[in-house]
């Protein structure tokens, strides 16, 4: 694990305290900085043993993102945006410059993919959810586009299936970051 890998987990562990007031300022719900620094740093570590730094990024911002969509059904932009340009600058950093142009080719097809059905059904899906759509598409891309499809099989099966448990148990509202991030991250760490 390089040290660009290694960085993450460090910076999951440090920047804790704000992750948890997101949280907080978000859901209106108590935070303890420590569990979300360790469930952080822990993803981030795993994710490190395969996987490039922006995906380690993305990793460990999985833990304040799931908590806030599930207890609040919002993905903040605090979270995601600054994600943006960290995901790209590790992605130039490390992969060839057609990968670089691939990434930014398959966020742009999520967010518009997404934005549009935003816009048609703005209760099915949120801004955060087109956000951070196009936020998971960056490594995905940059692999190649089959990850892309894989990664959009993954999530329409998982959310699927989550629509149907919810509305199994009389629930109207599903929290789509979570299946979001699960296809990314499944697809990105094989």
């Keep these: 694990m390089d040290i660009f890998a290694a960085a993450p987990p460090a910076l999951a562990v440090g920047f804790a305290p704000l992750l948890a007031r997101v949280v907080v300022s978000r859901t209106g ?62 992605l130039a950093a490390t992969g060839p410059p057609d990968a670089v142009w691939r990434a930014v080719a398959a966020a742009v097809v999520a967010l518009a993919g997404l934005g549009s059905v935003h816009l048609l059904a703005p209760a099915a899906l949120g801004p955060g959810d087109v956000k951070l759509a196009g936020l998971l598409a960056l490594p995905l891309g940059a692999v190649s586009w089959a990850a892309v499809w894989a990664a959009t099989v993954l999530v329409l099966t998982a959310g699927g299936l989550a629509a149907g448990w919810a509305l199994a148990r009389g629930r109207r509202e599903v929290p789509y970051g979570p299946v979001l991030l699960v296809g990314a991250l499944m697809t990105l760490l094989r």
């Design 29 to 90: 719900l108590p935070c303890p900085a420590v569990p979300l620094a360790l469930c952080s740093a822990g993803f981030a570590a795993i994710a490190a043993w395969t996987a490039a730094a922006p995906v380690v990024l993305l990793a460990a911002l999985a833990a304040p993102l799931v908590l806030t969509d599930v207890l609040a059904r919002r993905l903040p932009d605090p979270l995601t945006l600054p994600a943006y340009p960290a995901v790209l600058a590790g």
